[in-house]
């Protein structure tokens, strides 16, 4: 059984990438092989509308047809039995990266029937994770369970399922006096990574186990 993860993160050690690994952990745990890509190491793109994966009869039908840094990793996500995605939120939405990769990986799946349907060829379990500055407070206000209930939608339709992991005001850095950063407390995001993150990630660790359960409680 093999679990993939995703970094959309541009640091490999730091939220994100730590809870990613977690999950990763979890599975690990229960039996699972895994490997963790980070997206900021791969020369790649999003999608460029050249619809090869639509075009029926063409070699390309169903599959994503641009040939980067990305479609060996695609290859392996399609092989996998699960996926767990993590991104930090800039600006009120994902990773530029991260929007990008979910274009190269959703995109040749989604079929254009009525109802609209997936070329995928068999049901993946998803999870996608979220760090964040923002209170959970904060983040209903800006509308972000729109953008989480979005993925899960697109990633349950064409993959199989998905489930999301939020995490709250989250710490930035180790050292907030060398930035400009009046909005937020620094002892207080300290004490927040000490006592809060560490239950995020447990949460991650079980979130990848639960993963790999379900997947054996369906046959895998």
Request: proline letters at 4%; glycine letters at 10%; one cysteine or more.
């Amino acid at each position: 059984m093999k679990i993939i993860g995703v970094n959309g993160s541009p640091r490999k050690s730091w939220n994100t990438a730590v809870l990613v690994m977690k999950a990763l952990e979890g599975a690990a745990a229960t039996g699972a092989t895994t490997e963790l890509f980070h997206l900021y190491d791969i020369d790649f793109k999003g999608c460029r509308s050249c619809f090869a994966c639509k075009t029926i009869g063409g070699r390309s039908y169903g599959l994503c047809n641009v040939k980067d840094g990305l479609l060996p990793v695609l290859r392996k996500i399609a092989d996998a039995d699960a996926l767990v995605i993590g991104s930090p939120i800039y600006l009120g939405s994902v990773t530029g990266e991260i929007r990008s990769f979910l274009e190269r990986l959703l995109y040749p799946f989604l079929a254009y029937t009525l109802p609209i349907g997936t070329l995928f060829p068999k049901k993946m379990a998803t999870a996608f994770i979220y760090s964040m500055n923002s209170s959970e407070e904060q983040s209903r206000m800006r509308g972000y369970e729109y953008i989480f209930k979005n993925h899960e939608y697109y990633l349950g339709t064409i993959l199989g399922s998905c489930e999301s992991l939020c995490c709250f005001d989250t710490c930035q850095l180790d050292d907030y006096s060398k930035i400009l950063m009046e909005t937020y407390d620094p002892v207080k995001k300290a004490e927040r990574r000490k006592d809060v993150f560490p239950q995020d990630c447990h949460n991650a660790y079980e979130l990848g186990k639960r993963l790999v359960l379900g997947l054996i409680a369906g046959g895998k």
